[in-house]
C-alpha cells in the first residue's frame, strides 16, 4: 500500500511538472537566425523557387526574416488587417447554431486511404531540438482543421486549404510557440482577423475540439494530419506546406509523441480556456471598437426614429 501510495505522488509530481512546461516557457527560444518548417529544418528553400511561391505565405520574406523578428512582424500585420465592422457583425449577428452543434466526425482507427498515404511517406530519423514547440506547432495546426470542419461541416471545399493555411501561424508566417498561452491566443486572433465567420465564441468551441481530437488519441491526430495533408498535395504552392510541416508530424506522430505530454496539454487547456481566455487577451483594442458599434446602433436607431414620425406626420397632414 505504502509503494502504491509512493507511485501515486510521483505520477502526480510529473504530471504537473509537464503542465508547468507548457504554460511557462520563455517567450524566446535559441534557434537559427532563418530557418522554418517542423523542427526548424529548412533555409534557403524559397531561394530555389519561383518568387510567387512566396506569395501564398503571410511571411513573404521566409529566407531573409530573422525568426526572432516573425512573431512582431506577424501581430502588426494582423493589427493591421482586423475588420471591427467585420467582427462586431458576426458578433452580435450570427445565428447560424449549425456551426455550433456540429459534432466533428472522427475515427480512432485508421482507413484504407488512411495506410496508403502512410506508405507514400518516406521514414526518417527525427531529431528533435525543442518538444514543447513541436506539440504547440500542432495545436495550432489542429485548431485551423477544426475550424474548416466545422465550416465546412466536415464536406471540405475549395476554400479549405486556404482556410487552414491562413487560420495557423505556423503554416501562413512559419511562427513557433513555445508557451501554450501564445498559441491559443494566436489562433483565437486570426480567427477574428481573416476567414468568412469571425467569432470568439466559434474559436473557443474550435479549441475544444482540439482537447477532444487530443483526448481520442494518437491514432486520431495522425488522421486529421493526413486529411490535411491531401487538402495540400494537389494545390498550387501549398504543396510545400506537406514538406515542410505535415509529412515530417504525421511521422512525429507514430514516433515521437508521447501520450503523457498529451494529457498534460489537454489538462491545461482545459484550464486556460476555461478560466483565463477571453477576447482582452487578443489585444485587438475591443474597448473602443464596442462603443463605436454602440455609437452606430444608436445613430441607427435615431435615424429610424425620425422615419418613422416623420410619416405619421405626412399621414395627419394628409
Known amino acids: 500500500m505504502r509503494q502504491l501510495e509512493i507511485d501515486g505522488i510521483q505520477k502526480i509530481k510529473v504530471f504537473l511538472f509537464l503542465i508547468h512546461l507548457f504554460l511557462d516557457q520563455p517567450k524566446e527560444n535559441l534557434i537559427s537566425s532563418y530557418s522554418y518548417g517542423f523542427n526548424h529544418q529548412y533555409k534557403d528553400l524559397f531561394t530555389t523557387f519561383d518568387s510567387e511561391y512566396c506569395l501564398i505565405f503571410d511571411n513573404q520574406s521566409p529566407d531573409t526574416l530573422p525568426t526572432s523578428s516573425i512573431r512582431s512582424c506577424r501581430l502588426e500585420q494582423e493589427q493591421t488587417d482586423f475588420n471591427s465592422e467585420h467582427y462586431l457583425a458576426d458578433k452580435y449577428e450570427l445565428n447560424d447554431e449549425a456551426i455550433f452543434d456540429y459534432k ?13 498515404d502512410l506508405k507514400n511517406l518516406k521514414y526518417k530519423q527525427l531529431f528533435i531540438d525543442d518538444q514543447i514547440s513541436i506539440y504547440l506547432g500542432l495545436i495550432d495546426l489542429l485548431y485551423a ?13 475549395c476554400e479549405s486549404s486556404w482556410n487552414i493555411h491562413k487560420l495557423s501561424s505556423t503554416l501562413s508566417w512559419f511562427d513557433t510557440f513555445t508557451d501554450l498561452p501564445s498559441v491559443l491566443i494566436a489562433c483565437c486572433r486570426r480567427t477574428l482577423i481573416y476567414p468568412l465567420i469571425r467569432s470568439f465564441k466559434l474559436a473557443k468551441k474550435c479549441l475544444l475540439d482540439v482537447i477532444e481530437i487530443f483526448s481520442m488519441g494518437k491514432s486520431t491526430i ?5 486529411q490535411m495533408r491531401r487538402l495540400f498535395l494537389d494545390e498550387e504552392h501549398r504543396y510545400l506546406l506537406n514538406t515542410l510541416y ?15 505530454w498529451l494529457n498534460s ?3 491545461a487547456m482545459t484550464h486556460t480556456i476555461e478560466y483565463e481566455l477571453d477576447e482582452n487577451n487578443l489585444e485587438l483594442n475591443f474597448e473602443e471598437k464596442h462603443f463605436s458599434w454602440k455609437v452606430t446602433l444608436h445613430e441607427i436607431s435615431d435615424t429610424d426614429d425620425d422615419d418613422d414620425c416623420l410619416s405619421l406626420s405626412d399621414k395627419k397632414n394628409c
Open 222 to 226: 495522425l488522421q486529421c494530419l493526413l
Open 104 to 116: 466533428l466526425i472522427l475515427e480512432d482507427q485508421l482507413d484504407e486511404q488512411d495506410r496508403d
Open 265 to 267: 496539454l489537454v489538462e
Open 246 to 260: 505535415l509529412n515530417d508530424y504525421c511521422l512525429w506522430i507514430q514516433t515521437e509523441c508521447q501520450t503523457k
Open 145 to 157: 482543421f477544426v475550424y474548416d470542419q466545422r465550416i465546412t461541416q466536415g464536406e471540405p471545399c
